[in-house]
Each structure stands twice: as C-alpha cells, then as structure tokens.
C-alpha cells in the first residue's frame, strides 16, 4: 500500500493545482473577491441601495483584500494587471457612493494599498 492518493476517480475537468500558472491561481482569486465586493455592494441588484446584501462592513474587507492581493502580484499579473486594477478601483469608488458618510480620501477601503480613490 502506497501512501500517494489515487486521483483516477477524479472528473476530467479537474486540474491539480500543481498544474496551473500562478497568474492564474491569482486571476482567479481576484475576480471572486470583486465578485464577491459587488455582492456585498449590492450591486448585482437593480437598486443596489435598497438591496438586502448590501453590507458594507463586509464589502470593506473584501475590498481591502483585494487591493492587499493585487498590489503584491502586480509584478506577475502581467496583461491582467490592467482590468484588475480598474475592477478594483470600480469597486472603490462604489463604496464611497454606498456610504452615507464616505470616508477620508485614503481611509477607503484598501486605499493604504492603492493610495486615495476618488
């Protein structure tokens, strides 16, 4: 008996982590956080203000993570780079519209990564 897993029973379209680009891995990484800052924005629904997911606490630290994540790997992000820090920088500014009391330019959320957003 060996103590390596039999990944035979895996499905096709699953690929070991091992196997994708690290450009990837991040990519991915980034997009679910916007998808999931945006959620929490309330922007997925028609009136994002009178949403019931808007959370910007949550949104605040979703964000804030993001911004963390994408200033360390811009370097590698390569021609991604450039829409991620857009969507990021969307996302920014979303926020500063949602509250009520905005705050600070560079005390948004992940602004002492990216620097002020207006």
Do not use: C, N, W
Not at 20 to 46: F, N, Q
Not at 58 to 67: M, S, W
Not at 84 to 100: D, H, P, T, V, Y
Request: hydrophobic letters at 40%; a negative charge.
């Amino acid at each position: 008996m060996t103590d390596t897993p039999d990944h035979t029973d895996q499905p096709a379209d699953v690929r070991d982590l091992a196997d994708i680009p690290a450009v990837e891995v991040i990519s991915r990484a980034a997009v679910m956080l916007m998808s999931s800052a945006a959620e929490k924005l309330g922007l997925a629904d028609d009136e994002p203000d009178a949403s019931d997911r808007l959370d910007l606490d949550e949104a605040r630290r979703v964000i804030t993570a993001l911004a963390g994540l994408v200033t360390a790997s811009v370097e590698y992000l390569g021609p991604h780079a450039g829409p991620i820090r857009e969507g990021l920088q969307a996302l920014q500014k979303a926020f500063r519209e949602a509250s009520s009391v905005p705050d600070s330019p560079g005390q948004g959320p992940g602004e002492k990564y990216t620097g002020p957003v207006y």
